[in-house]
């Protein structure tokens, strides 16, 4: 096959592309051959199914989407644009995945008593100056973070549903971050009812808010949405545009400067995954929108 201009780029690259028109198979880069197991010389021209062999991946390829569906041993994260299949192989990444989660669980079952331990004996010292003042100040605010992570981690598998206002969700964000929201700009428009754990909702915008006040400019603004089946929560900041908003999602990826280990926006995706929706990050006018959808009936 001699690649026209377009493709180029396509030869080398480590996801797979498939392009298509009138259900034939026009083009496949060597990522995606090696992916579905198939000759590429072999199969140009041909219908797009002899390509593909898998009746989901020709239905997402037709009808457009994402999906991440196990095709041949392998886990695909496949999406489709018109024309054009998508395909990388996340199947090491969602072991990974896995083996983050069996382990995030176990070390909020081990962190969750003694932090909460820690945070009592701090609440009875008594500073006797204004430096231990400002020490004891640290070191309970390190704890209430340590004790974020600790139930983000224990949270990646929601517990119990139950119907409740966004609001109420607000009131107790806004207890919590009392001291980070002072003198911030932040516009508040949640008012949507939903059914699901709140206390994994309540983490993952604890994880929205606190990343637009690391790296984000006001005004910070949250809000909710109702649009096709699914209710979409968004924190929209004025930061500066940032060049790979999917990657973000990666554990140890952060938004710009800071300190933390960039585990905010990996805990977001997995919790919304968990509660059967899923999260994304984009540009949006003059604001960057880090944003999860769950179903709704």
């Known amino acids: 096959m001699s690649p026209e201009a377009w493709t180029l780029p396509w ?3 480590r996801e797979g592309l498939v392009v298509h028109r009138d259900r034939q198979v026009v083009y496949l880069n060597p990522a995606a051959a090696e992916l579905l197991a198939v000759d590429r ?9 002899l390509a593909l062999r898998d009746h989901r991946l020709e239905a997402l390829a037709l009808e457009g989407g994402e999906a991440v569906l196990e095709v041949r041993g392998r886990v ?3 999406r489709a644009r018109p024309g054009l299949l998508y395909l990388l192989d996340v199947t090491e990444a969602r072991r990974r995945g896995l083996e983050a989660e069996e382990a995030g669980a176990l070390l909020a079952h081990e962190f969750r008593t003694p932090l909460a331990g820690m945070a009592v004996l701090l609440r009875a010292l008594a500073p006797k100056d204004p430096r231990e003042a400002q020490v004891l100040d640290l070191l309970k605010k390190e704890v209430a973070r340590l004790t974020r992570l600790v139930e983000s981690l224990a ?3 929601p517990g119990r549903r139950e119907a409740f206002a966004l609001e109420d969700l607000w009131l107790r964000l806004s207890a919590l971050m009392q001291d980070r929201l002072r003198g911030r700009r932040v516009e508040v428009a949640l008012g949507h009812r939903v059914e699901a754990d709140p206390e994994a909702l309540l983490q993952i915008l604890l994880n929205l808010l606190d990343n637009a006040l690391k790296y984000g400019q006001d005004p ?3 809000l909710s ?3 096709g ?3 979409y929560l968004e924190v929209r900041d004025r930061g500066a545009p940032l060049p790979d908003y999917e990657g973000l999602f ?3 990826r952060r938004g710009g400067e800071g300190s933390g280990q960039g585990l905010g926006l990996y805990l977001v995706r997995r919790l919304a995954q968990g509660l059967g929706g899923g999260a994304y990050a984009l540009r949006e006018g003059e604001e960057n929108v880090f944003g999860v959808w769950l179903p709704v009936d």
């Open 76 to 78: 695909l994260s496949a």
């Open 41 to 49: 010389e072999k199969v140009r021209g041909l219908p797009l199914i």
């Open 229 to 231: 089946g699914r209710l």
């Open 250 to 252: 990666q554990p140890g």
């Open 220 to 222: 910070i603004r949250l």
């Open 155 to 157: 949270h990646l598998r």
């Open 11 to 13: 030869e080398e690259a």
């Open 225 to 227: 949405r109702v649009r």
